[in-house]
């Protein structure tokens, strides 16, 4: 009897072995990829087949969790079940990952590719046009997963925006934001950071990219000139480009014009070349700097020389021409009888030798001739005319006579009271030619005589 037992025990272990190992599970993945800081699952299908009938369930004891973990139905025949390979906080591992997992009485192994977010994303652009007001860079999902539902704050030295997404495997999304046009003129062409923000379920997790901004070479010049007497010349570089660029200013002068001149900027070099100057400057200019030049020349102070230099030269030609000299002069007399009486005086001085000189004074207004007279006395008294002359005869050079005589007026004269030039006339080579004296006149406070 107990033989029997033992035979009949056999026999259900070698049934129970064979139907065991009749259970096969092969694998298929549409996504291998786990991706911890998202909580993204690997999804796999499995075929199962050779299962009796019932439920089973399917787990591993490693650091991945699959679900579903709740029990599950299999038939005679061919199964596919869908399972999920998600990540635990203990998961450390980065890369391909390959796990044992238990379904029934059997093992197996998975193998999924365990990614970081900064890994699965590439965020770059082509080459961005700087005089565009427009950005377009792209999102790049480097692995075959789909992801759904990413939030992302962008930021760049040229922009800012805050983006929700889909990716599709391997899909690469354009986004065209506004850009700060200002800041992107401003700014060297070459390759910036850009910043993405998402959030995920462990908190903020920040992914760098890159962007590139394309160059554009432009230098913008102003040359302008005002002023007449106070010459100024202003000569600007822009960099209107976003490259770095050496500028260079250059600006000529004549030996005569640059001893007048300053500028605002020391010139790098002065090359002299016959009577001209050559003044140059030069300077690297970044993305929208200015560089000017300024030139100033001041011509009031080389007009004032040469308006001295005229005066002087035409009064030396004037003294050295004059060949006679009359110095007209008055003093006041005072008198018994309280009247008004002048005392003129005319200073004659030959500067070369003429002939038949004679000088004629006229007799202001409202005055009359005192009958005595100097040294000298007059040849012709005209009353009539209000005329008094002398006729001197030959003066040779450097020889001075002095005539003198007095006017009066018996109403007094107050405030100022201005006598007429005297012509001297004289004969030098056969030619006639006159020559006035200086103009004179009075002032005076006094009142007319009491009776």
Request: charged letters at 25%; aromatic letters at 10%; glycine letters at 4%.
């Amino acid at each position: 009897m107990k033989f029997i037992h033992i035979v009949l025990l056999a026999i259900f272990l070698i049934i129970s072995i064979n139907f065991a190992s009749a259970l096969t599970a092969d694998s298929e993945s549409e996504s291998n990829v786990v991706i911890p800081e998202l909580n993204h699952p690997a999804k796999f299908t499995l075929t199962i087949t050779g299962a009796e009938e019932g439920s089973y369930t399917v787990y591993t004891l490693t650091d991945v969790i699959i679900r579903p973990t709740s029990p599950f139905q299999l038939n005679a025949g061919t199964n596919k079940i869908n399972i999920f390979v998600y990540p635990t906080s203990q998961l450390k591992e980065r890369g391909f990952y390959t796990f044992t997992y238990n379904i029934g009485n059997i093992q197996s192994k998975l193998t999924t590719k365990i990614v970081d977010l900064e890994d699965l994303i590439e965020i770059s652009s082509d080459s961005i046009n700087p005089e565009s007001d427009e950005v377009t860079f792209y999102v790049r999902n480097r692995e075959k997963s789909s992801v759904e539902n990413l939030t992302a704050k962008f930021s760049s030295v040229i922009f800012e925006t805050e983006q929700e997404f889909d990716l599709k495997p391997y899909e690469k999304t354009e986004i065209t934001v506004k850009a700060d046009k200002d800041k992107l003129k401003k700014t060297e062409a070459g390759t910036y950071v850009v910043k993405a923000e998402f959030e995920t379920e462990e908190g903020k997790k920040i992914v760098d990219g890159k962007i590139y901004i394309g160059e554009k070479k432009n230098i913008v010049t102003e040359d302008d000139s005002s002023g007449l007497l106070i010459r100024t010349r202003t000569v600007t570089k822009i960099n209107a480009g976003n490259v770095n660029e050496n500028v260079k200013v250059v600006m000529k002068k004549n030996v005569f014009s640059r001893l007048f001149t300053t500028f605002n900027e020391e010139p790098l070099s002065v090359d002299r070349s016959g009577f001209g100057i050559t003044y140059e400057w030069s300077k690297q200019l970044g993305p929208s700097e200015i560089f000017t030049v300024k030139a100033k020349t001041n011509y009031i102070f080389p007009l004032m020389i040469i308006i001295a230099a005229l005066i002087i030269i035409w009064g030396f030609r004037k003294f050295m021409t004059t060949k006679i000299e009359v110095k007209k002069s008055v003093s006041y007399i005072k008198t018994k009888g309280g009247e008004f009486a002048l005392k003129v005086k005319l200073a004659v001085k030959a500067r070369k030798s003429i002939e038949n000189v004679s000088i004629i004074d006229k007799i202001p207004l409202a005055v009359k001739v005192y009958k005595k007279f100097g040294t000298l006395k007059p040849d012709k008294v005209d009353i009539a005319n209000r005329k008094i002359q002398w006729d001197i005869g030959d003066l040779n050079a450097g020889e001075v006579r002095i005539f003198s005589y007095v006017i009066y007026s018996k109403i007094g004269v107050i405030g100022k009271f201005s006598l007429p030039k005297a012509l001297s006339v004289f004969e030098t080579n056969n030619e006639i030619h006159e020559v006035e004296s200086n103009k004179v006149f009075f002032l005076s406070e006094q009142t007319s005589k009491d009776e």
